[in-house]
């Protein structure tokens, strides 16, 4: 059994990133298996050093420990490309030089990640890419290309074996963006996927926030014929009867607690766990 907590350095460590953590390894210890850290820091933008090592100093400081090295995505860019090109090869993908302000214009419905390309670069082919352009996934061709059922299963609230929903991918999800515009920086749901099957991740667990998008990292796995892990949405923070704590501040850094004073177990106690 093998997991993996997954952040983002584009910003501090809050409260809920160490219900996130302790979610996870607690995860890793009562299967006993192992908790490794991921660095999504695919998004050059945003990303920051400062906010990786702040990880690396509240994981620590929470009592958490992990195999190294760690992988850290922006050191693989080559390998997502690679992907993105066997993906290419099956036809699968286009340019798209929409902007935010186009796609609204264009009528978008509103989605599970902000709007649901409604489509206008669809028919460009790969070859006629500009400089800038975006990637996107054709999510209706690519299930044309599947014949089987894409079964996944949930451990956790929703416990079940459930099937990567068509009307989910094209109506909530539709075409994602695979690789970014201007920056060219492959995006998450690509740099995720190829990372679990990568790291021979068995039980991916995460909060409820990225649920909506486990049908299409199920279609990505089916597409590039990566085995799919099992799936554990952990939802808000809890106290030790379940109820959500509603003096917790979840958003608030874990940097700020402990500048007050805050020790470890009591972070811990204060989300739940012993
Ligand atoms: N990097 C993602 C985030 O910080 C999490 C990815 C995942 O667990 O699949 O939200």
């Known amino acids: 059994m093998k997991t993996r907590f997954a952040p983002s350095p584009t910003g501090p460590l809050h409260l809920g990133h160490a219900f996130s953590a302790l979610t996870v390894w607690s995860h890793a210890q009562s299967l006993g298996g192992v908790a490794l850290l991921r660095i999504e820091d695919t998004d050059s933008t945003r990303c920051k050093p400062e906010f990786e090592a702040a990880i690396f100093d509240d994981l620590k400081w929470l009592g958490l420990k992990w195999p190294e090295p760690v992988l850290r995505q922006s050191e693989h860019d080559d390998e997502y490309i ?72 949930e451990t956790g609230a929703k416990a079940g074996l459930y099937r990567a929903s068509v009307n989910m991918l094209t109506k909530r999800i539709g075409d994602p963006v695979l690789q970014r515009k201007e920056t060219g920086d492959p995006a998450y749901h690509l740099a995720c996927v190829h990372d679990d099957m990568r790291q021979e ?68 106690t204060m989300i739940g766990f012993r």
Request: proline residues 5%; hydrophobic residues 35%; aromatic residues 6%.
């Open 82 to 153: 690679a992907v993105l090109g066997k993906l290419a090869a099956k036809g699968l993908l286009y340019p798209c030089s929409c902007s935010r302000k186009d796609i609204i214009a264009a009528g978008a419905r509103p989605g599970e990640d902000g709007f649901v390309y409604p489509g206008t670069c669809r028919k460009r082919p790969l070859g006629q890419r500009k400089p800038g352009d975006a990637i996107r996934l054709n999510v209706a061709k690519a299930l044309s290309r599947i014949d089987d059922e894409m079964r996944y299963e």
């Open 201 to 268: 991740i068995t039980h991916v667990v995460r909060g409820t926030d990225l649920q909506a998008f486990t049908p299409l990292h199920v279609l990505l796995q089916t597409l590039l014929g990566y085995r799919t892990p099992i799936y554990h949405h952990h939802g808000l923070i809890l106290d030790e009867d379940g109820r959500r704590l509603a003096k917790i501040d979840k958003s608030k850094a874990i940097s700020k607690y402990r500048a007050e004073g805050f020790s470890r177990s009591d972070i811990r």
